[in-house]
């Protein structure tokens, strides 16, 4: 990034969320911050939700579902990999243009705007009918959802089931896909309750989850790779 800018300095790079909260607790601000969405032990929006950062960051993420249209919506810059060089300097120019009227304190509410609005955009409970009540069940709770023969339910850790007006696509735009995995046409996965992950035929893996299923979980050949990322992250 030096060549690009013989004023440049780079600071730091911090490779994990735990890294970079450290960092910006113990280090003065940096002037412009470029960040990677997916760190080592998480998203990079962790950091700014534990730490107070005012000042401008450019977001660098390979998945564009990632809120890209909240960033541009609040002047926050980014970068879809792979990265190239005029993608960076277009948002140094964009820095340099805006830095002498950039005020922190805005810059600050803005970027918590948008991490309220990045939670925001998953279901954080679902109602459930049930006899005659209607239930709120945390999504944090959800052990796995289940659709077989038109029916969609929703099975929580404590092994309480379900049936939601849903359809498992639904289910699956609704929530988190930092917490949860849908493995194949019949099953969303929470992370948390995975057990044991083992080799099954034809280079698939079939998965235990912390509560008991109806049928195996079985992640297919196509998957696999996305899964076990998923799983790392």
Request: hydrophobic content about 40%; charged content about 20%.
């Amino acid at each position: 990034m030096e060549h690009l800018d013989g004023d440049i300095v780079v600071l730091a790079i911090l490779s994990s969320v735990t890294s970079a909260i450290k960092w910006f607790r113990e280090q003065p601000a940096p002037d412009l911050i470029f960040s990677d969405i997916q760190l080592g032990d998480g998203l990079s929006f962790e950091i700014f939700k534990e730490v107070q950062v005012n000042v401008p960051i450019v977001f660098c993420t390979a998945y564009d579902e990632y809120a890209i249209h909240a960033f541009e919506s609040n002047s926050i810059d980014y970068l879809l990999k792979p990265l190239e060089e005029e993608m960076v300097e277009r948002s140094l120019l964009k820095y340099n243009r805006i830095k002498d009227h950039y005020l922190p304190l805005a810059y600050g509410a803005s970027l918590n705007k948008v991490l309220v609005q990045m939670d925001s955009n998953y279901k954080q409970s679902l109602l459930v009918h049930y006899r005659d009540k209607i239930i709120p069940v945390k999504v944090a709770e959800l052990c796995y959802v289940y659709a077989t023969g038109g029916i969609t339910t929703i099975n929580t850790i404590t092994d309480q089931e379900y049936t939601v007006p849903f359809t498992i696509d639904q289910l699956e735009s609704m929530l988190n896909p930092q917490l949860f995995f849908r493995a194949n046409r019949q099953f969303i996965l929470n992370r948390n309750t995975i057990q044991d992950i083992e080799h099954y035929f034809n280079r698939r893996l079939v998965l235990k989850l912390q509560c008991e299923t109806p049928v195996k979980i079985i992640v297919s050949r196509l998957k696999v790779q996305d899964f076990l990322l998923w799983v790392e992250q």
